[in-house]
């Protein structure tokens, strides 16, 4: 069945420092992918997507490219602040017009100043 | 806009005790999610409903069952609680790509 593999955390960085979070999935045929991150105390909320290969998403300083052919998903940010210490979730959709999600188990990143 | 909200907040209960999850959204959003959050395994669906009016089993459904009430509200019960579902729960809505999350309930069985 469809899954998602990310690096297991934590990830503690220096403020400033280049970020780089990585995710790869299996599925049957290319669904839509997704980074989520989860402030301490709170509900998701949803950073990027990109729906098809190729795509890059991006928000916030956040980048994501869809490669069908290492079926991965990274997260990127070239520069993290104290304020991005947080957890973050890759995530695929599938069962078509359900929209159900799998998550990876997430990687908390820590930022220190 | 509200958004997603969840009452409780917290919750202890005994074993054997039983309790109803509430959620409601206010986006008019057509399908509804429940998750647990557990340390080490991200989040599992417990159930979903498409529509108003439907439900159906997601990954991880033994010991709940669910109610979609009307279109904004999606509640989860626990009919005789195990220390097994101490967990944080999730409730999100969603139309199309994104899915919108609740707070959360964090939920102590002892």
């Known amino acids: 069945g469809d899954s998602v593999t990310q690096m297991e955390g934590p990830v503690t960085l220096s403020e400033e420092a280049f970020l780089t979070i990585n995710c790869t999935y299996t599925?049957?045929?290319?669904?839509?992918l997704f980074w989520y991150v989860q402030y301490p105390g709170e509900g998701l909320q949803l950073l990027l997507k990109?729906?098809?290969?190729?795509d890059k998403g991006s928000n916030k300083g956040f980048e994501a490219t869809y490669r069908k052919e290492t079926t991965s998903f990274h997260l990127e940010k070239g520069s993290v602040q104290v304020s991005d210490s947080a957890v973050y979730f890759c995530?695929?959709?599938?069962?078509?017009?359900?929209?159900?999600?799998?998550f990876g188990t997430g990687t908390l990143l820590a930022v220190q100043p | 806009n509200a958004g997603v909200t969840q009452t409780p907040k917290f919750q202890v209960l005994k074993t054997g005790q039983s309790m109803t999850l509430q959620c409601a959204q206010d986006?008019?959003?057509?399908?509804m999610y429940w998750y647990r959050q557990d340390p080490g395994m991200g989040l599992r669906l417990i159930y979903y409903?498409?529509?108003?009016?439907?439900?159906d089993k997601g990954e991880v459904p033994n010991g709940y069952n669910v109610s979609r009430l009307n279109k904004r509200e999606f509640s989860l019960r626990l009919e005789s609680a195990a220390p097994s579902q101490t967990s944080v729960y999730f409730c999100?809505?969603?139309?199309?790509?994104?899915?919108?999350f609740g707070p959360g309930t964090r939920l102590t069985v002892t």
């Open positions: 995530a695929l959709a599938y069962g078509g017009a359900t929209n159900k999600l799998i």
């Open positions: 990109a729906t098809k290969a190729d």
């Open positions: 986006m008019n959003h057509n399908s």
């Open positions: 999100a809505s969603s139309e199309q790509y994104e899915q919108y």
């Open positions: 409903s498409a529509s108003e009016g439907t439900t």
């Open positions: 599925a049957t045929g290319y669904p839509s």
